[in-house]
């Protein structure tokens, strides 16, 4: 080997060990930037971990409600309930948010006839999650379906007031038609005959009218029960609750006579 040559090997491994010897400190530093970051977002996440992940629950947990109320529009209740028990697992923006959620699987469940369950799920909830007095319907009505007939007394009560309260006509009556056969399955005649009769005030040609007449026909007042019918039978002038009106109104003028 001439000594060029060797001379050009040795410049070869000196050019090596320096750009080893650059890698190596820029690997350095590389390294130490990261180790820096990783402090940073541990001692960050310290102190802001949980709005952090607040975002994401909020986000997850808004994603399974909308998701269960697609699923309920559908029709498709087991699911919606599904999704409602996932968006609970998270952590809604407000109480309230969470609230409506709960009520959501109430309803539903009381729709499928499960009213032993809707109960259950409605009876989870605190005083201030019924707001409204539709939050009550579902819960008292799943209350007289499945014979608790002394909180479905109490309650139904608290849904007459809120609705009284609200100054909602609709459910006033639903309240009002509630308690009404409430009262006439336990025998209590005259308070039944108060609840339909305020009913039938409220909304003239619903069934309320009809079943007000049968409670006077029940208490022995026929002929005030004939005279309601016929009432009833100006007012409407068609349909199925006209026909049995109709039906009755025949059924007791005989009886009358």
């Not at 390294?31 to 992940?53: C, D, I, K, N």
């Not at 996932?86 to 109480?95: I, K, P, S, T």
């Not at 009550?136 to 007459?160: F, I, Q, S």
Request: glycine content about 10%; aromatic content about 10%.
């Amino acid at each position: 080997m001439t000594g060029a040559e060797l001379d050009g090997d040795r410049a070869t491994d000196s050019g090596d060990r320096a750009n080893s010897s650059g890698a190596y400190v820029a690997f350095l530093g590389v390294a130490a930037l990261g180790y820096l970051g990783l402090l940073a977002f541990v001692f960050g996440f310290g102190l802001y971990g949980e709005q952090l992940t607040a975002g994401v629950d909020e986000a997850c947990a808004e994603a399974a409600y909308q998701s269960g109320k697609k699923m309920e529009d559908r029709g498709n209740y087991d699911l919606a309930i599904q999704r409602y028990r996932q968006a609970l697992e998270g952590r809604f923006r407000d109480r309230a948010r969470e609230y409506e959620c709960m009520r959501s699987i109430g309803e539903v469940l009381y729709r499928l006839h499960r009213y032993q369950e809707t109960i259950d799920a409605y009876r989870g909830l605190p005083p201030e999650a019924f707001r409204e007095p539709g939050h009550w319907t579902a819960y008292v009505l799943a209350l007289y379906y499945a014979g608790e007939n002394a909180d479905a007394e109490r309650l139904g009560k608290v849904w007459l007031a809120k609705a009284e309260q609200g100054n909602d006509l609709q459910q006033q009556v639903w309240a009002h038609g509630t308690l009404g056969r409430l009262f006439d399955g336990t025998e209590r005649l005259e308070q039944a005959l108060s609840h339909y009769g305020a009913a039938s005030a409220l909304e003239p040609d619903s069934q309320a009218s009809i079943l007000a007449a049968r409670m006077l026909h029940r208490l022995g007042r026929t002929r005030e029960a004939v005279e309601r019918l016929d009432a009833f039978l100006e007012r409407v002038e068609s349909g199925v609750l006209h026909e049995d009106a109709k039906r009755l109104r025949a059924q007791y003028a005989k009886a009358d006579t």
